[in-house]
C-alpha cells in the first residue's frame, strides 16, 4: 500500500509558476515510477509528466516546455514545477505511484490560472 498526499495548487496568474509535491507513505520503495495528471470537468483525466526510479522523465504535449518533474528518493517525494501557466492549465492535479503491483492516486490537488 501506498499513500499519496498532493500540496501547493492554488490560484496563480497566466504566466507565472507553481509548484507542486507529492510525498509518499506506507511502502514507498514499491514505487518505480510517479506520474503527474490533470482532470478538468468533462475531460478525461490528461497526462502531464512523470519519472522513472532511474530518473528519465516523460511530458505531455500541453505542458513539454514548461515543466520539470524531479524526485527525492531519500525523503520519497515527487515535485512538479510549471512555468509560463495558462488559463487551460486549470484543473485538479493528481499524484499516481506505479508499483508492480497497483498504481496509487492521491486526492489531487486544485490549480487555477486566472488570465
Known amino acids: 500500500q501506498v499513500q499519496l498526499v498532493e500540496s501547493g495548487g492554488g490560484l496563480v496568474q497566466a504566466g507565472g509558476s507553481l509548484g507542486l509535491s507529492c510525498a509518499a507513505s506506507?511502502?514507498?520503495?514499491?514505487?518505480?515510477?510517479f506520474g503527474w495528471y490533470r482532470q478538468t470537468p468533462g475531460q478525461q483525466r490528461e497526462f502531464i509528466a512523470s519519472?522513472?526510479?532511474?530518473?528519465?522523465?516523460y511530458f505531455g504535449h500541453s505542458v513539454k516546455g514548461r515543466a520539470t518533474i524531479s524526485r527525492a528518493n531519500a525523503t520519497n517525494t515527487v515535485d512538479l514545477q510549471m512555468n509560463i501557466l495558462k488559463p487551460e492549465d486549470t484543473g485538479v492535479y493528481y499524484c499516481?505511484?506505479?508499483?508492480?503491483?497497483?498504481?496509487?492516486w492521491g486526492q489531487g490537488t486544485q490549480v487555477t490560472v486566472s488570465s
Open positions: 519519472i522513472s526510479s532511474s530518473g528519465d522523465t
Open positions: 499516481v505511484a506505479f508499483t508492480n503491483q497497483n498504481d496509487y
Open positions: 506506507g511502502n514507498p520503495n514499491s514505487i518505480n515510477a
